[in-house]
């Protein structure tokens, strides 16, 4: 089956830095993508990883565990415009979703 | 620019109406697809196509049509079948028919009245 796991909510405070996980279970994995949700808006890509380790690109970082089914997204010196969902979406051949899935997200509220 | 457009933004409907929302990319992409996201919900997917004059049901296809008959264009159809069919509709688009990064629309904000 499929399964995407990540945490509902989150708080952070402006300057921070913020983890949010994702754990997931498919057949067929071939990378995880995160996407970045503004309310009322339309995801934007953030990031994709396909090997193991950890992609940085600026402010933002990502990291894949194949093995352990596990990402993060890292979001350093956190922003007020950073305040959004996190959507979590691996890319599961031979699923019936076109191939790519995604969690329910995580919306993420920075504090002043 | 090229880019996804959906229209209308914002639609109102009478119960029992059907509604087609519009989808348009100029990015040349082969895949289009469209998701139907509730508050606090993840992205559910309707329907999928990989090719011209193709397409595929997603998990909630039900109570919804699609046609591809060019490749810039995917309309939805939300029918009256649909129980309950008030809910955020994005389209989205990706180079790669097996898998890749998704270019979405704005959204179409569905509300049945």
């Known amino acids: 089956g499929q399964n995407i796991d990540q945490p509902t909510e989150m708080t952070a405070t402006e300057g921070a830095i913020v983890q949010i996980n994702c754990t997931y279970q498919t057949s067929g994995f071939n990378g995880l993508f995160w996407y970045q949700q503004h309310a009322g808006e339309a995801p934007t890509f953030l990031s994709y990883?396909?090997?193991?380790g950890l992609e940085e690109k600026g402010r933002f970082s990502s990291f894949l565990s194949r093995s352990k089914g596990y990402s993060y997204l890292l979001l350093k010196e956190l922003q007020m415009k950073d305040s959004a969902s996190y959507l979590c979406?691996?890319?599961?051949?031979?699923?019936?979703?076109?191939?790519?899935?995604f969690g329910k997200g995580t919306k993420l509220s920075v504090k002043p | 620019d090229g880019g996804i457009t959906q229209s209308p933004k914002y639609l109102f409907r009478k119960e029992g109406q059907n509604v087609t929302l519009s989808c348009e990319q100029n990015l040349n992409h082969d895949a289009m697809y469209w998701y139907r996201q509730d508050p606090g919900q993840g992205l559910r997917l309707i329907y999928y196509s990989q090719i011209v004059n193709d397409f595929q049901k997603g998990d909630i296809a039900e109570g919804y049509s699609v046609s591809r008959e060019k490749k810039e264009s995917f309309p939805l159809t939300v029918t009256s079948a649909q129980k309950n069919p008030t809910a955020f509709y994005l389209c989205?688009?990706?180079?790669?028919?097996?898998?890749?990064?998704?270019?979405f629309g704005e959204g179409s904000r569905l509300t049945v009245l």
């Open positions: 979406s691996p890319v599961n051949y031979g699923g019936s979703q076109g191939n790519l899935i």
């Open positions: 990883n396909v090997l193991d």
């Open positions: 989205a688009s990706s180079i790669e028919p097996t898998g890749g990064e998704l270019f």
